[in-house]
């Protein structure tokens, strides 16, 4: 019986410290980033409704859903969006994020043969919210 409660407690003090690596807290660019590529990945889909949802507290007090699938521009001709901690610059002193996503869009006309594909930078604000502990997309 001891034996194998060493064996355990081997096992346990071995993967802790591993654990603890798995579980370490993301950063406030990782967290904006994740939830920025989340947001870009419902538009891509159509998804207003899910889009809607990153929007502040605050913004969807004053906006409605309809409100807002009324003034979004691009659906459609959005193919792909990505976004990295490293194109997310967070302030020290205040709760905001700019993150920078890479939007991958794709036009077609009846008169050209092939599609035009671009890509482009598109900055957006992030706030956190305390009440609701929360990263929120700020529209311009």
């Known amino acids: ?17 591993a654990g603890c690596a798995i579980f370490t807290p993301a950063t406030n660019s990782e967290i904006v980033a994740q939830r920025a590529q989340q947001r870009w990945d419902r538009l891509i889909e159509g998804d207003l409704k899910g889009a809607y949802e990153y929007l502040s507290p605050a913004t969807r007090e004053i906006k409605t ?21 490293d194109a997310v610059v967070c302030e020290k002193e205040q709760p905001l994020c700019v993150a920078t996503v890479q939007v991958t869009t794709e036009i077609k006309h009846p008169r050209i043969p092939e599609a035009i594909t671009g890509s482009s930078p598109v900055e957006e604000k992030w706030l956190y919210d305390e009440k609701s502990q929360n990263w929120w997309y700020i529209p311009k």
């Open 65 to 85: 859903l309809q409100h807002y699938t009324r003034e979004v521009r691009g659906l459609g001709i959005w193919k792909a969006a990505t976004i990295t901690p």
């Open 1 to 17: 019986m001891n034996a194998v409660k060493t064996i355990a407690l081997i096992a346990v003090a071995t993967l802790l410290p």
